[in-house]
């Protein structure tokens, strides 16, 4: 039978409706940036097809964070309390969740425009890194405290769910960025589409229904 | 008795909540787009009536999310547990929901001015056409995995609920707004109270307090 | 011994859960109309003083949405489930609730500047009157269900709680802004403060601790 | 064994949910002030660079509006029920929480440029202050009533555990702002991180796992 956790431990569940509620304004938020060129009416159709970079931005950041979203679900899921520490880790989380709409919407504004669009994709390169270091920072700190974890669940393979992680795909897409900056926003798109994908080991060690 | 869900499946408390943040926002934000032009100190009544387009483009997204919401209230409330692929077509639900601030930005800004009205009319449709395809899609993986439905509830009745799916208004709706907009605007309007009505399939099958 | 709700009753949780958000994030966007003009760097602290039309809209809005919010709080506590109809008058509360930023920002900028003001006010005052109503109805509704409300509260009670409800005060209001539209905004403030008064026969309901 | 709250109290998990919405949403809402300025192409990384002061206040105010929902958390947490004042003196709190991005606001566009600068800085600390009063007021209300507080939870110590609280910190920051504005906003900073430390006594009592 399972112990309960300390008395004084910080309510896991709290954390959970703040983190939810972070993750649901910044994906929510997102949509503000999309908009059409004022004296578009002539050919409204021909500004929202013209608009490519924004839907672009809107939706790899959109995935993005809802793939992190589900990865944050699925590691709170595994755990049956929470510290003092797992409160800032997940600040710090919440924090770069909630910064990313800011690079998105420069990669929207610049992305065809020669210059500004290396450092517009570079900046968003090296936000979406950050995040992905703070999530393994994360579960790693999770994994490495038995008491927050539940009974069922092997801290070590919890541990290592995230060692698969995209940080490689970001470190490549930000380098990409210098020379064809579109082409990693596409990657950059592909690491979160490749992170939702069932057969990840993060996926397959939480979501499995033995 | 019922069955306890299987251990590592996914929390649907989670989802609901972070459901319940993305449908409460994309709801709340819609407000932002209303306003009235600078300069109608003179006139602000008539200024405040002039803009009944973004009246009607407001109320008719604040009515489609909210009846959406209560009908996903509906699915996830007959449901006992989740799993990662009711997480993923749960996100492309919230994609679409989050996405709808901006079709109806549109069609507010552009509704009585007649080229660019049909434009903006015919992209907010097939936005709404392509939720209702995405709730269908959400309704049916449900139904079709016993596993995630409470006991009490017919699989077969659920999946049934959906099938006078709104997506025929919506095609109608869209084929309208070639010649006559502002019509089909009111159709999506229709479609969201008829949605909303207590006699419809759906909620027959779950509210009913037997 | 409390009977369980019927089985196929609406969740209650997640119609809170949801209408919690809608208040969070309307009473959270107010926020964004705050500004100082452009160009205001030379007196900036004269400006911002200048602003006090804002202020005042902004926390007579702020107050009445957590009155709302307090009171709708206080008679869902009351309840034990809920229904369709309930899911629907809820969705109308919210409607107002959501739209309140709006005239609020009227208010914000046309107070000081005699002719629109008195629209701005008036328009605010009805909003605030239709948000009145609708929740006067929510309350009613569940009242008049039995198997809705908690069997330790004594419905008929819970249903006079909101006889002595604001209404009168928003139409004095709305009169009173025909000739003197800053004064009726305070008139709305002081009704918000009233209500949040703890001698409120709504709250001596509600909140007694016997 | 713990008594049961008694059967009319407040539901302390309504407070908490809205209560982590507002926190949520104003944490994620600073953002939106984040941008460049207009024309900005030729020189993106510098104009980038050039935005630190956004940055500085980003910071600043979604570190402190963290670790205020930390120790909020804290609060409640310790706490077993809610009343009419407690939910009163957490709407205040709410209040200049949801205040504190226009403030920022301010910070982000004024810093640098000498004059305004001063103003826009102690308008912060002086909200910051405000903010700390309130926090300490609602803890001190908890604290003296003790069928709010858990049984397991001295709330003796409760009360003690915000005396050492930052108000100071503000004072002498907003003094500073007289001279340094600059400077000052880094004291909020620092203010910030401080409380942000496991060895402080909020967090000893209320996180040590025994």
Redesign the interface.
Known sequence: MEQPP??????LG?????S?????????????E???EPG???H??HS?LHEWPSYLA?FTS??TI?VV??EH??I??SLRSA???L??LN?LV??LV??L??PT??VAE?VG?R??ER??VI?YGITLLALSFALTAFVRYAAQDR?LVHE?VDSQELEAAMSLSPSGFYVVGILLAFVLPTVAVAAYLASAVYR?L?ARTL?RL?????
């Open positions: 300390p008395k004084s431990a910080l309510p709290r954390l959970e409706a703040f939810d509620g972070v993750f649901a304004i910044a994906i929510t938020l997102l949509v503000l999309l908009h059409v578009s009416e002539a409204l159709l929202i809107y959109f995935l809802g979203w589900i679900s699925a709170t899921g510290d003092g520490g409160y800032r600040l919440l924090l909630g910064f709409p800011f919407k420069l610049f425009d210059e500004p450092v517009a900046f008491a069922h939702g069932p996926h939480l979501w499995r229904r033995d």
